[in-house]
């Protein structure tokens, strides 16, 4: 039986290299007939289509034998074709994104570059929507690569066309991402800034604002980590005052106890206050490894007092 998968798998991608090398003939047919003069485009437009029909027909059969990488490459000729005719940009966005789609499974970087540009093309035909999906796609990629920085330069750039596009929930979750890489990073300020900005934004939208608190919580955790407990209590009753329901939450009664134990020098209350919370909601691994942090500062204090 997998003799046979095997077989089927090969003469599809025999398949797939007969229909590739067909399209070159044709993309080169239609460079050969002056493709770039603009006094001939009419024909070797058709030409040009043509050739971007077949890659695609290869990238189909490639996608079958699961040859990723030449079905990757099959795409992006498309893709590359399909650019050439103004008309016809989506089509060239849409197979850049194929492309990508198949590099994933072989080539991140490769899979990247033709996010990039797929998102290029998505946003010069102003389908901003699509445009942001594909750049918060490029920031996740990033991000399983490990490459936080980069990561967090696309979230940014998502949550800013999703801005574009109205959509509050998608860019609100781009911005919690850099937030996120930034508190890591040890730029407390600037993952302040983000976490009361998307706060914000919830408490303004009756269908976000239930999250708010989450963010609120987040953001007083930073302040916290960058050892100022004056400024952290001024920020949990600002808090309390920009929203009415966080008063009496649990992220409210977690920022209180962590405050007042990190005032009192207290890691027996820090703890207490911890586990209170992580019964009722399980804690993610960013807030264990802010919570960490904190930690590792009292237990400094402690010794520094000792």
């Known amino acids: ?139 996740e990629l990033y991000e399983t690569m490990g490459e936080t920085n980069k990561a967090a330069e696309a979230y ?19 911005r919690t991402k850099v937030a996120e890489f930034a508190a890591l990073a040890g730029d407390f300020n600037r993952a302040i800034d983000l976490f009361e900005k998307v706060a914000t934004v919830s408490l303004e939208n009756k269908l976000l604002r239930y999250g708010a608190k989450e963010y609120l919580l987040r953001a007083g955790l930073c302040r916290i980590c960058l050892g100022d407990e004056v400024g952290a209590s001024r920020a949990l009753e600002k808090y309390k005052a920009l929203d009415s329901s966080f008063s009496d939450s649990r992220e409210a009664k977690l920022l209180e106890g962590v405050i007042l134990a990190v005032q009192e020098n207290d890691e027996e209350s820090f703890t207490e206050a911890v586990a209170e919370y992580d019964s009722l909601s399980k804690l993610d691994p960013w807030k264990t490894s802010i919570l960490l942090k904190i930690k590792k500062n009292l237990k400094a204090q402690d010794e520094d007092l000792t």
């Open 156 to 174: 940014e750039q998502a949550a800013d066309l999703y801005d574009g596009e109205d959509a509050k929930s998608h860019a609100n979750q781009c």
């Open 1 to 139: 039986m997998s003799g046979s998968y095997t077989s089927v798998r090969s003469v599809n991608e025999n398949d797939g290299d007969e229909l590739f090398s067909r399209a070159e003939k044709k993309a080169k047919s239609a460079r050969a007939s002056g493709f770039r003069s603009i006094l001939g485009l009419g024909g070797n437009a058709t030409k040009v289509e043509e050739a971007a029909e077949l890659f695609v027909k290869a990238g189909n059969t490639f996608k079958l034998a699961k040859a990723w990488q030449k079905a990757g490459d099959a795409y992006m000729r498309a893709a590359e074709n399909y650019a050439q005719l103004p008309d016809l940009s989506f089509e060239a966005a849409s197979k850049f994104a194929d492309a990508a789609r198949c590099l994933k499974n072989v080539n991140s970087e490769d899979a990247i570059v033709a996010m990039q540009k797929a998102m290029e093309m998505y946003t010069k035909e102003a389908r901003f929507q699509q445009g942001a999906k594909t750049c918060r796609e490029i920031a």
